[in-house]
């Protein structure tokens, strides 16, 4: 009995390093896709949710979640870098200064470098950091005078995942608006007053 204990621990064992020594040599065979990356030009499509605030004089309003969809166009500029365009909207009501609901629809604009590492195996992590322009078009058009025009930079990290027939890019981003200004009937909010808007995503990246 003891004898087939140490031999079934044994080959457990060498199983275990066997997968190891496997998973760390990240053999060409064993990849999905190994030439996507050569395109000079892509496309894709991005789901996600993302939780967003806005900040007036310094005090966070409630903070609200939201829905995104969006496209991608990629551009390979070099072996780990290329420069991403990925326009999306949102769907979500945060609350202003006032408590009141923001019935908007946010269409972002973003322009992102992203630089990858070295792929390994089916895996390849990369960061991102770029800007771009917001526009909100806001539905209670009684209460604001004018659709809302920011700029914001952001940046991000996450992880190509290779399939068969197309890459997974689950990524974590943060952005944060730069003019601000909210501009309402009764009252108008400059950006002198600290209006900034933050947004924080999970994105799920289909290329």
Known sequence: MRVKRYNMRNKLIKC????L???ATGKTYAQNNPYVDDRI???GFSLGVEALSYDFRGDPSTLAFAANVGGIIDLR???YLNLRFLP???FGTPRDYYGKPVHSIPFLV???LKWTALR?????PYVTVGGGMQIEFFQNKEQYRNDLIDAFVGGGFGCDIYFRWFKLCPEIRYQIG???GIKEKDAIVTNGDQVLQQRLSLVFNFE
């Not at 275990?16 to 997968?19: E, K, L, T």
């Not at 390994?120 to 390849?124: A, D, L, Q, W």
């Open 178 to 180: 730069l003019i601000g």
């Open 77 to 79: 500029l070099a072996k």
């Open 21 to 23: 020594l496997l998973a």
């Open 41 to 43: 030009v892509h496309y």
């Open 88 to 90: 999306s909207i949102s």
């Open 16 to 19: 275990i390093v066997f997968v």
């Open 120 to 124: 390994e195996g089916n895996i390849r």
């Open 110 to 112: 973003p322009v992102y």
